[in-house]
């Protein structure tokens, strides 16, 4: 079966580190565009970083840049962000999913997976 599957959300406080999987099964990840999403509550689902295939290059919202670091494992067939000096404004329910180009303004318009909820709370 070819999914994606997202992991590692929690509660975190400000200031504090996460870091998400994003496992694949079914295909070779590292052959695929990766983005990841994140969706706060009433708040459409937004692009915020994303990985080429093959590593060649990398994308951050401004948002998040300087925090966030997105990452593979070919072995694992995985692809990691890496969350660090968390804000409350970036608790959302975070989502990855192949893309088809690493740029500003990635999207995806197929089905989602059911994510992983990151909140940031004190």
Known sequence: QVQLVESGGGL???GGSLRLSCAASGFTLD???VGWFRQAPGQEREGVVCISSSNRSTYYAKSVKGRFAISRDIARNT???QM???K???TA????ANIL???S???YRGSWGQGTQVTVSS
């Open 88 to 90: 409350p404004e970036d």
């Open 12 to 14: 975190v406080q400000p």
């Open 93 to 96: 329910v975070y989502y990855c």
């Open 84 to 86: 660090n000096s968390l």
């Open 31 to 33: 052959y695929y565009s």
């Open 101 to 103: 180009l690493c740029e």
């Open 79 to 81: 692809v990691y962000l």
């Open 105 to 107: 303004g990635f999207s």
